[in-house]
């Protein structure tokens, strides 16, 4: 089994940046795609961005694109979720996903072990 954990979500004003880490158990961390979604009141979870497990090639969704950035560290088991210039609307829990592949995570949204959620609230 594999355990996630989300940390480094907090109250940031628009404008600001925040990063998140998803601390992973294992010894085969390396060999999962790894991404993150993010859920707001009341509305589904949604995708985005993804890794795979060599570190590239990365995916975000179109909401996302610029203004964050996915990465990796395998020798400290840990992905990362840098936001910057963030907005009212990136307000959600966000959680980390770990899969077999980023077809999975960009297209199918499904991941095979789940983190417990970082509430990431953006104020105007």
């Known amino acids: 089994q594999v355990q996630l954990v989300e940390s480094g979500g907090g109250l940031v004003q628009a404008g600001g940046s925040l990063r998140l880490s998803c601390a992973a158990s294992?010894?085969?961390?390396?060999?999962?795609?790894m991404g993150w979604f993010r859920q707001a009141p009341g509305k589904e979870r949604e995708f985005v961005a993804a890794?795979?497990?060599?570190?590239?090639?990365?995916y975000y969704a179109d909401s996302v694109k610029g203004r964050f950035t996915i990465s990796r560290d395998n020798a400290k088991n840990t992905v990362y979720l840098q936001m910057n210039s963030l907005k009212p609307e990136d307000t959600a829990v966000y959680y980390c996903?770990?899969?077999?592949?980023?077809?999975?995570?960009?297209?199918?949204?499904?991941?095979?072990?789940w983190g417990q959620g970082t509430q990431v609230t953006v104020s105007s």
């Open positions: 996903a770990a899969a077999q592949s980023t077809r999975a995570l960009t297209g199918r949204g499904t991941g095979d072990y």
């Open positions: 890794i795979s497990w060599s570190g590239g090639p990365t």
């Open positions: 294992g010894r085969t961390f390396s060999r999962y795609a």
